[in-house]
């Protein structure tokens, strides 16, 4: 994170619990947004650098349970445009569905000035876990 710099940082599978957040504070994130849990979970955490300037209007985390994944939604502004970022976690078993369902659920809140994050590596389709 160091050498590219970003601005956003969306991070997955953290394993942490709201106790073990404090090893993401570092003086270049101005603000840390993750999922809170008192159990080692994969977690997702949303980092904001101090770069730029991020007014959260609201926050929505949304885990559904320890076996299927969770997401976290930021809506705010960054030089007065509206902004939402989409951080998304599912296990690769379920993820195709979950990933779906939400999109679903939040298609009237999502807009051009969304970005979009999920774990990339997830299987989308059974042509994705092919080993061809």
Known sequence: MKKQDPLICC??????T???THRLKRK????IFHGKGNQKRA??????????????????????????GHFIMLKGLIHQDDIIILNIYALNTGAPNYIKGILLKLKREIGPNTIIAEDFNTPL????RSSR
Do not use: N
């Open 11 to 16: 991070l997955k599978e953290l394993h942490f």
């Open 18 to 20: 709201s106790k073990d």
């Open 28 to 31: 270049e994130w101005k603000k």
């Open 43 to 68: 977690m997702v955490a949303t980092l904001i650098s101090e770069k730029i300037d991020f007014k959260t209007k609201t926050i929505r985390r949304v885990k559904e349970g320890h076996y299927i």
């Open 125 to 128: 389709s059974a042509l994705d």
